[in-house]
T-cell receptor, first 114, second 113 residues
Framework: DVKVTQSSRYLVKRTGEKVFLECVQDMDHENMFWYRQDPGLGLRLIYFSYDVKMKEKGDIPEGYSVSREKKERFSLILESASTNQTSMYLCASRALGYEGNTIYFGEGSWLTVV | QKEVEQNSGPLSVPEGAIASLNCTYS??????FFWYRQYSGKSPELIMSIYSNGDKEDGRFTAQLNKASQYVSLLIRDSQPSDSATYLC?????????????FGKGTKLSVIP
């Protein structure tokens, strides 16, 4: 069975803290993604990685960075958390493209910044 | 900016009826199209993918794609209360943007018993 695991499901952090969100996939997928989802704004891509040590900015990278040192792990880093980063964060992974492949999501990480 | 548009709803249908969910997209070169279902507080899960013009059926679900009109739809036959969720349309970018999906904001479906 496909498995994308986000280790932290619910977090409360203070403004200015450094926050790490971890994601691990067990499917040997090349591509990994970080999205955030907010009411009325839908899913927005923060960063994606198409292979180890490779990363590309998505639509809203400001205030975030990522790390992909191993194929199975993709970390999202909030360098200095702010209240407008309160959101649900979704990690996803995907095998390199042949027709029929799809993005698989983790269960989500709910982050509240106070 | 690639865009994917969906009616936000809520769309209410009686149990047993057909629910019709629609999506339009702006990138004419898009090749891959997906429908995800998302229950409240949960992550999206894939229902259907479609790549060629026409219809694709899977159980009670039918996806329809018309690339000339840049339009993709999802029909749910014999709707059940358990189908009540938000449905997200996703389109894969073409060219240099490949590997990314652009999501619509979702249509909330309510199936009334």
């Amino acid at each position: 069975d496909v498995k994308v695991t986000q280790s932290s499901r619910y977090l409360v952090k203070r403004t200015g803290e450094k926050v790490f969100l971890e994601c691990v996939q067990d499917m040997d997928h090349e591509n990994m993604f970080w999205y955030r989802q907010d009411p009325g704004l839908g899913l927005r891509l923060i960063y994606f990685s198409y292979d180890v040590k490779m990363k590309e900015k998505g639509d809203i990278p400001e205030g975030y960075s990522v790390s992909r040192e191993k194929k199975e792990r993709f970390s999202l880093i909030l360098e200095s958390a702010s209240t407008n980063q309160t959101s649900m964060y979704l990690c996803a992974s995907r095998a390199l493209g042949y027709e029929g492949n799809t993005i698989y999501f983790g269960e989500g990480s709910w982050l509240t910044v106070v | 900016q690639k865009e994917v548009e969906q009616n936000s709803g809520p769309l209410s249908v009686p149990e047993g009826a057909i629910a019709s969910l629609n999506c339009t997209y702006s990138d004419r070169g898009s090749q891959s199209f997906f429908w995800y279902r998302q229950y409240s507080g949960k992550s999206p899960e894939l229902i259907m993918s479609i790549y060629s013009n026409g219809d694709k059926e899977d159980g009670r679900f039918t996806a329809q794609l018309n690339k000339a009109s840049q339009y993709v739809s999802l029909l749910i036959r014999d709707s059940q209360p358990s189908d009540s969720a938000t449905y997200l349309c996703a389109v894969e970018a073409s060219g240099a943007g490949s590997y990314q999906l652009t999501f619509g904001k979702g249509t909330k479906l309510s199936v009334i018993p």
